[in-house]
């Protein structure tokens, strides 16, 4: 026990119990202040200011602050809303499960059996979903409308962030040149001598595409917007149709859908393309359905599409004609959902 002689005692004696309360205060405060003082680093880590160069750690806890996380790409592909757009490949034309999907007064033909039911199960849209894809649908009918039918395009905003959308085969009238090859007349034209007329209708669809899709990423700034190729109709080995068509005529005819494939794929590229370049939000990707079919092309044992389906009555085809049957939809609706989950195979520009 310290006496009356320790140097407490004195201290004590001179300023009183106060003051030396105090002065105890100003030493504990100098003995935690001083470290943080002397060592930068600490200070920095401390406060996560005062220095001149802040921890590596403590720079990208606050970018990533700042900036948010990446999104996924199917949290980008739903954080809104899904809207299908396109032609019969896309309305479901061909797959037709219900009484419902065979009403004559639907002009658009919109059926039960759509990949676009699958893709809205598959995954949950903040903003819902809705179907508006529309049988017989040119780039022009998207965005305008036709018979009656308001545009699609017109159902894209900026609150949506999926599209899928396949057009372009009633831009070059493929329904017209599968005629020219099936009924061969002695006044129609075949296969081949159709070349200079798909041709013309190439070009314009070259034009017509690029600018439907600037006009949706316009629209829908944030979306995913996934455009779909076409599948080839018949096999490339053997004769499976059984509508009066050659293996040349299977294989012109698999041509002619490869053909406008790639001038889909081009058109999606180049527009991805764009938007990288400017650090948009949104992207332009496209689905290879080409050989979604093989093994199951028209005329074969298990056909993921339908082969010719002729109108006696009216000696014309039936729509359903050398369009995906119900197996041939969920094929493709695979395709969808693996693209949706796999992104466009670069970051996308949207944070959380």
Known sequence: MAGPGTWPARVRARIGDRGLAVALLLVLLAVAIVPLVALPAVRCEAFGAGCRAPLPGIQAQAAARDRGQPLSPVAAATRGSYVALGDSYSAGVGAEATLADQNPLSQCHRTSKAYYHTVAKTFRFAGGSSFWACSGATTRDVRKGR???????????????????????????????????????????????????????????????????????????????????????????????????????????????????????????????????AHAPGSVEFVDAYSAFSGHEAGSADPYMNGLSVNLSALAAEPRSYHPTAKGQDALAKLFVDQINKGPGRPLNQTG
């Open 147 to 277: 018979g009656g039918e308001p545009s699609q395009l017109n159902r894209v905003d900026g609150n949506t962030t999926l599209v899928t959308i396949s057009v372009g085969g009633n831009d070059i009238g493929f329904a017209k040149i599968m005629a020219g090859c099936v009924v061969k007349l002695p006044w129609s034209r075949g296969c081949e001598k159709q070349g200079g007329d798909i041709a013309e209708r190439m070009a314009g669809l070259r034009e017509s595409l690029p600018e439907l899709v600037r006009q949706i990423t316009t629209r829908a700034p944030r979306a995913r917007v996934i455009m779909m190729g076409y599948p080839r109709p018949f096999s490339e080995v053997s004769v499976t149709g059984g509508d009066n068509l050659t293996l040349d005529d299977q294989r012109w005819l698999n041509g002619r859908a490869r053909d406008l494939n790639e001038l889909i794929r081009q058109t999606a590229t180049e527009a991805d393309q764009h938007l990288a370049a």
